[in-house]
């Protein structure tokens, strides 16, 4: 998308009248924080201070606030004048009480909050419900306006900006990078943004590193570094550094004014530049504003005599005690006071007019932006009919394919029906993961120096690899929290890199969820390919399918676990996914050759229900019980497990087994525990009440246990899956380590069943013989891996 460029109002400098709203604007933010911080009563100091109304428990973070209430302050000055739209992230989330009160002071968090009402009954309930049973937490949260970034865990809010504006030509994000947060790695990979935003179809993100020289308990490693060192750091990574520092008022309005103005001139710049013709395709050197203030600026600079304001000590609640210190209490009310609360507030406590001639109007307004609710912009995807990429299955378990291409092929025709809505985002193995398709309509992304050498690689390119997990997550859930739609892509085992972000997206969408003012947002698609099970070249450490867990976890208004067996339910999966709002969802399956089961109507119907019985691979003709039940979930197992049946059938006719195959994870638990789970007939239909049951899972063994927990007689389900047993080695060698080979589940099949027919102690030996077979093949030919490696999953009956 290439967004018209419109002429700008220009900024003026800062003139006494503007001063006057500014410092007005501030000096309430920081009494809100404070009040916030500290009061249950007595919101305007209209009497005393005294005991009574301070909180029995004090919590919040101080030193970081009123250093992000001046930059929110100037940058709506900015907006104000400019109509530029505008998203606030700060990456030290604990200055949640600052953003609180900046949404009050707009007004949009009385719009939202009716109760919250801007008068001094509204004020108090603001202050009680802050870090209260029932209330707001201290972070910058799900429920605070204008968000789309927690910040309680430290460390994405660049990722999540850049993300924001890809594809998003008109917003700027505004991101506060804390200078504890600069030490966390995922920050420290996250400056390189600048060299996959395209200044032509994409916003701009200005960030802002607010060194304020203290983390929780001690200095930060950039506010004690030589500031020359900083800089070159930064113009290193490719910015432009604009410097304000200082503690004096009004001169930090003027010079942050100043600052503000230069970084937002030059954005202008270069975005003109860039969508009038008058670029050369370089990547642009963007600005950057360091902001070194106090912490805890404004706050207490002494207590008992130590060293407060501009040391760790004011990180958080700079006075304690308050309640039973006369002293404190003293101390707090002159604080308070210094804002002088009467030239704020009118007498219903109102912000004055001074404070309402600060703040943007509508949508403008940073804590009513719609693209911090970005359900609200949100267009459906243009999809083609995915059956159109179906595969050919004339039977199943005969025709092998690479699955992951066929999704690649939907992919592709998704970003051409989709030039401005949709990314992939992958970790430079897009190729790697059979998705090159999408490279037939789209480049990589780079904005960096392009050789003749590179191929599919330039500036408009909207394919997204950098080698970083944290950063392609991040940028994606950017991406989706303001509206847009896509995927991110990896191998399984480093997914867990991530894996922190993904529970803390799960966490916003879940809490998103019991807020009725919150639109819901396209889900956050993660494909987990270069599986454990097929990972024979890689070794060990590619081999580790954890992120099923950690998902398994998460709530079950959230969370969503697919194991599509092959390609055509792959194809419906996905379909159904790029469709879903406000979901986490997991694929899992492998890039590798594999065999396919199911023609595209048996496997959308085979997904729409998520689980079922496979009659062709078992020889259960449903009118009684069968024998055993061989449940499989995953591609690598559940060919495993259509072996082991074929080994049954051929060898102990009469012996009736029963496959069932588990798409969708997620309805094995009961209705009560999940969405998706199924109902007691549909659960007893397929895995019976009485008959054992061999479960074969593509991950840790303890994943189904905790699904089908509470299901009848849940011991009877024996589950076989990856138990860390990996190195080197060939694809079936994966299966029998692991103990999921087709010669184990047979065995398991014989010894939990309640019927024994003749021949299967001969079966069970037979079975241990093929696994010393294999035991004495790997060792003989140990030197001779392309014979080793041709022995695959599928060749050994």
Known sequence: MTAVVTEPRTLPELDETDLARLDAWW?????????????????????????????????????????????????????????????????????????????YLEGAYTEIYPKISQDEAGMLRLFRQFSSPGGIPSHVSVTTPGSIHEGGELGYVLVHAFGAVMDNPDLLAIAVVGDGEAETGPLEGSWKGVSFLNPKHDGAVLPILHLNGAKIAGPTVLARKDPNEVRALLRGHGYDVVEVEGDDVPGMHFRFAA??????????????????????????TWPLIILRSPKGWTGPDEVDGIKVTGTWRSHQVPLSGVRDNPEHLAMLERWLKSYRPEELFDRTGAPNALIREQSPKGDLRMSATPHANGGLLTRDLDLPDFRDYALDV?????????????LGELMRDIYRRNPDNFRLFCPDETNSNRLGAVFEVSDRTFMERVTPDDVKLGR?????????????????????????HGMFATYEAFAMVSASQTVQHGKWLQEARNLPWRAKVPSLNVLLTSTCWRNDHNGFSHQGPGLIQVV??????????????????????????????????????????QLQYLTMDEAIEHCTRGAGVWEWAGTDDGTSDPDIVLACAGDVVTMETVAAAQILKERLPGFKTRVVNIVDLMTLPRPKDHPHGMSETQFTELFTDTVDVISSFHGYLGGIHQLVHGRPDADRFHVRGF????????????????????????????????????????????????????????????EDMPEVRDWTLADRT
């Open 27 to 103: 000096r309430a933010n920081n009494y809100l924080t404070i009040g916030q911080i500290y009061l249950q009563d007595n919101a305007l100091l209209h009497e005393p201070l005294t005991p009574a109304h301070i909180k029995p428990r004090l919590l919040g973070h101080w030193g970081t606030s009123p250093g992000l209430s001046l930059i929110y302050a100037h940058v709506s000055r900015l907006i104000r004048y400019t109509g530029q739209q505008a998203i606030y992230l700060t990456g030290p989330g604990h200055g949640g009480p600052a953003l609180v009160a900046a949404g």
């Open 259 to 284: 600052a503000l103005g230069t970084a937002w001139r030059r954005i202008r710049e270069i975005q003109t530049a860039a969508r009038e013709g008058d670029w050369d395709g370089s990547r642009p």
């Open 394 to 406: 004339p039977r199943p378990a005969e025709l092998r394919a690479e699955s992951t291409r066929k």
């Open 460 to 484: 408009d390119g909207r394919v997204v690899e950098v080698l970083s997990e944290h950063s392609c997550h991040g940028w994606l859930e950017g991406y989706n929290l303001t509206g847009r």
């Open 552 to 593: 398994l976890t998460q709530h079950g208004d959230v969370a969503r676990v697919y194991l599509p067996p092959d390609a055509n339910c792959l194809l419906s999966v996905a379909d159904h996914c790029f469709r879903s709002r406000s979901y986490v969802n997991l694929i899992v399956i492998d890039k590798q050759p």
């Open 723 to 782: 138990i860390e047993e990996g190195t080197t080695t060939t694809p079936f060698d994966m299966t029998v380590r692991n103990q999921v080979s087709r010669y184990h589940l047979v065995m398991d099949a014989i010894n939990n069943a309640k019927r024994l027919p003749r021949g299967a102690t001969e079966l069970k030996a037979w079975c241990v013989a093929q696994l010393a077979r294999h035991d004495a093949y790997i060792v003989e030919h140990l």
